[in-house]
Structures are given as structure tokens and as C-alpha cells.
């Protein structure tokens, strides 16, 4: 079993940065490739970006690249996203999920969920 929990969701202008963490804690954290997804409002819930068991990222949404990026610390259990640039079309609900070891793109591959965390940008 893997528990997660996000946070450092929030409001932030346009143009700003935020930084959102992912907790782990439960079972062998080494082993589970975790994964960034997002959900807007009317939308589905989509993955953008994960980082595998050996720390291999991988993009799911061209829309994010050169502003979003995953990393992660295997001696605290934790997942990070690290957002700039960041416009209201990443207005969403931020979710962090976990896998085994490889990163799959589509929410029915990952077991475990955190409870999300919201992020608005707006001026």
C-alpha cells in the first residue's frame, strides 16, 4: 500500500511559480514510479508528467514542457513539481498518483491516489 498526499496548491499570478510536493508513506517508495496529473473544471483528469522508480521523467503534455518539472527524493519519500510560467490554462486540481516502478500514461494504471490540491492562476 502507498499513501499520498499533496500539497502547496494555491493562487499565484500570472507569470509566477509554484511548487507542489508529494508525500509518500506505506511501502517501499523506491519501487513505485509516480505520476502528475491535473483535472480543469469540465474536464477530465489527464496525466502531464511522471518520473519512473529510477528517477526517469517522462511528458505526457507538450504544454507544459520548458515550465513544469518532476524530481523526486528517495531518502525523504517525496515527489515534487516544480511549475513556472505558469498561465490560467493551469488552472486545475493537481493530483499526485503511484504505480510500480514504470510510468504509464492514463489514470487506470495507477492504484494509489492523493487527495489533490488546487492551483489558481489568475490576476
Known amino acids: 500500500q502507498l499513501q499520498l498526499v499533496e500539497s502547496g496548491g494555491g493562487s499565484v499570478q500570472p507569470g509566477g511559480s509554484l511548487r507542489l510536493s508529494c508525500a509518500a508513506s506505506?511501502?517501499?517508495?523506491?519501487?513505485?514510479?509516480i505520476a502528475w496529473f491535473r483535472q480543469a473544471p469540465g474536464e477530465e483528469r489527464e496525466a502531464f508528467l511522471c518520473?519512473?522508480?529510477?528517477?526517469?521523467?517522462?511528458r505526457y503534455q507538450d504544454s507544459v514542457k520548458g515550465r513544469f518539472t518532476i524530481s523526486r527524493d528517495k531518502a525523504k519519500k517525496m515527489v515534487y513539481l516544480q511549475m513556472n510560467s505558469l498561465t490560467p490554462e493551469d488552472t486545475a486540481v493537481y493530483y499526485c498518483?503511484?504505480?510500480?516502478?514504470?510510468?504509464?500514461?492514463?489514470?487506470?494504471?495507477?492504484?494509489?491516489w492523493g487527495q489533490g490540491t488546487q492551483v489558481t492562476v489568475s490576476s
Open positions: 506505506g511501502s517501499i517508495f523506491d519501487s513505485y514510479a
Open positions: 498518483a503511484g504505480r510500480i516502478y514504470d510510468c504509464i500514461d492514463g489514470g487506470r494504471w495507477y492504484q494509489y
Open positions: 518520473i519512473n522508480y529510477h528517477s526517469i521523467p517522462s
